[in-house]
C-alpha cells in the first residue's frame, strides 16, 4: 500500500492529467481500432482472428515470472529472434513471452520459434488491458524491440517493479521531435527505460528525451548478428531449380505507390537487359494480387510466387506473395533495391541483404535505418539514389560488373565488421535474470 502511495506521489498533477486524458482518449477510439483491424481482415483474415487477445483476453498455462519480448511486426521479430534463441538455450526453465502487433509477426514467431515460447498479441495500452495481461503472466523484465513506447504499458511496468529495456533501441530525429512535442508527459516516462541504444547518435536522442545517461547503454544493432535459418539450404535447394540460372532484379519491402514508379523504371531496363526478371515483393503480401493487376495492365507476363511452376522465358516479373521467405529471395538477386523509401516511410533492413554481400540500391527516405545506410554509403557497400537517376544507377550496376563487385564486396564486409551487439545485449539482459 505504501509503495503504491509512493508511486502516486512521485507523479505531477499534470503527469496524473495527461495520463488519465491518453487513457480515455484511447478508450473512446477503441471501437474505431476494432473496426478498423475488421477493415483490414478483408485482405488478411489473421487480422479479425484472436480479437480479444488485444484486450487481454486469453488463456495462459505458462510459468509467470518469465521475460516478456515485445516485437512489433516481422522485422523486429527477425532480429530478435537470435537473442531469444540464446536465452531460452542458455535459462531453459525460463518462460519466454514474445508479443506481436501484426499477423505477419505472429506467423514467424509461431512458424520459428513455436512451443519453445509463449506467442500472444500485445494488448492495446489502456490500464484495463494492460494489468489483465499481467496480472496472468507477471513477467519479471520486459524487453521491448527498437521503439516500442507506449505510455501506460511503461506507467503500470514500472508501478509493478517491472524493469522496461528497450533492445536495439533507435530514434530518429523526426521520432524525437514528434516525442518532443509532449515532453511534459514524455520525459516522466523516458526517466524509467533502460535504453540498449544501437548508435551515439540515438543514445543522444534518448538521453535528449529524458532518459538518464546511466540508464542508456550503446551496443550496436543486433540486427548485425542475423543468422541463417537452419533449414535455409533445404528451402533454398527448392526455389533453385526455378530461380538458380535467372538474371533477379529484386525488389523488396515496398508500399503503395511506390509499385508503379518501379515498374516504370524496370520497363525502360527490360529494354537493355530481355533476361533480367523483376521479383517484386511487397511488405504487406496481401497487397501482391493488386499488384499483380497493375503489372498486366502495363503488358508484363507477371506470375505470383505461389505460382513459380508456371515460371517460363516469358516471365517479366515475379510478385511476392508469401511470408517468411525474402531471405530466400535475397539468395538469388543480381541486384537489390529496398523499398520504403521512394516515399516518406523511412526505408526498411539493408542487412538482409547484405549478409548476402548484395549490390544493394535504396531511395533517399531511408530516416529509420540512417545509421545503417550511413556506414554502408561510407563504406562504398550501397547506392542511395534519387527517384529520377534509379535508372541509371541501376543499369550502372548491371552493365559494370567490376562495380557490382565492389559493391557486393563492400556490404558483405560491412555486414561480418559489425556483429557482436548480440552478446552485449544479452549481458545486459542477464543483469535482470
Not at 547518435?201 to 535528449?208: M, P, Q, S
Not at 540486427?223 to 530461380?243: A, Q, T
Request: hydrophobic share 40%; charged share 25%; proline share 4%.
Amino acid at each position: 500500500m505504501s509503495s503504491s502511495i509512493s508511486k502516486i506521489l512521485q507523479c505531477s498533477f499534470p503527469d496524473i492529467v495527461l495520463y488519465f486524458i491518453y487513457s480515455i482518449i484511447w478508450i473512446l477510439l477503441l471501437p474505431f481500432v476494432s473496426i478498423r483491424l475488421l477493415w483490414k481482415s478483408r485482405l488478411d483474415p489473421e487480422y479479425r482472428k484472436r480479437m480479444f487477445e488485444r484486450l487481454g483476453i486469453f488463456c495462459y498455462r505458462g510459468r509467470q515470472q518469465g521475460i516478456w519480448f515485445h516485437a512489433v511486426s516481422l522485422g523486429e521479430v527477425i532480429a530478435v529472434i537470435p537473442l531469444i534463441n540464446k536465452i531460452s538455450k542458455k535459462y531453459p526453465d525460463l518462460e519466454v513471452i514474445v508479443t506481436t502487433t501484426t499477423p505477419s509477426g505472429s506467423e514467424r514467431v509461431m512458424k520459428i520459434l513455436g512451443a519453445k515460447v509463449f506467442h500472444v498479441y500485445i494488448p492495446y495500452d489502456i490500464p484495463f488491458c494492460l494489468k489483465l495481461f499481467l496480472r496472468k503472466i507477471k513477467p519479471k523484465l520486459l524487453v521491448c524491440i527498437e521503439t516500442e513506447i507506449w505510455p501506460n504499458l511503461i506507467k503500470i511496468a514500472n508501478s509493478q517493479h517491472i524493469p522496461v529495456i528497450i533492445c536495439n533501441a533507435r530514434m530518429s530525429k523526426r521520432s524525437a521531435r514528434k516525442f518532443a512535442k509532449f515532453a511534459i508527459v514524455t520525459r516522466a516516462f523516458f526517466r524509467e527505460l533502460r535504453i540498449l541504444a544501437i548508435s551515439k547518435c540515438d543514445a543522444k536522442r534518448f538521453n535528449f528525451l529524458g532518459a538518464k545517461v546511466n540508464n542508456i547503454t550503446i551496443t550496436g544493432s543486433i540486427k548485425y548478428d542475423l543468422r541463417l535459418p537452419d533449414d535455409f539450404v533445404e528451402r533454398r535447394e527448392k526455389l533453385e531449380k526455378y530461380l538458380g540460372d535467372r538474371e533477379i532484379f529484386l525488389v523488396s519491402s515496398t508500399h503503395h505507390n511506390e509499385e508503379e514508379i518501379i515498374l516504370d523504371i524496370f520497363k525502360a531496363i527490360k529494354e537493355k537487359y530481355p533476361e533480367l526478371i523483376l521479383f517484386l515483393v511487397p511488405r504487406h503480401p496481401t497487397r501482391a494480387h493488386r499488384i499483380y493487376d497493375l503489372a498486366c495492365e502495363m503488358k508484363f507476363n507477371t506470375i505470383l510466387r505461389t505460382e513459380l511452376g508456371t515460371l517460363s522465358g516469358n516471365t517479366d516479373v515475379i510478385l511476392g506473395n508469401t511470408i517468411g521467405e525474402l531471405l530466400l529471395f535475397y539468395s538469388f538477386a543480381k541486384v537489390v533495391f529496398i523499398g520504403g523509401s521512394l516515399i516518406e516511410h523511412g526505408g526498411h533492413n539493408p542487412l538482409e541483404a547484405a549478409i548476402f554481400g548484395k549490390a544493394i540500391v535504396t531511395g533517399t527516405h531511408i530516416f529509420n535505418f540512417a545509421k545503417m545506410y550511413n556506414i554502408l554509403k561510407r563504406n562504398q557497400a550501397c547506392i542511395i539514389s534519387e527517384q529520377n537517376a534509379l535508372s541509371q544507377h541501376l543499369e550502372d550496376i548491371l552493365s559494370n560488373t567490376t562495380y557490382r563487385k565492389n559493391l557486393e564486396q563492400n556490404s558483405k564486409k560491412v555486414f561480418e565488421d559489425n556483429g557482436g551487439a548480440l552478446d552485449r545485449q544479452l549481458e545486459y539482459i542477464e543483469r535482470f535474470l
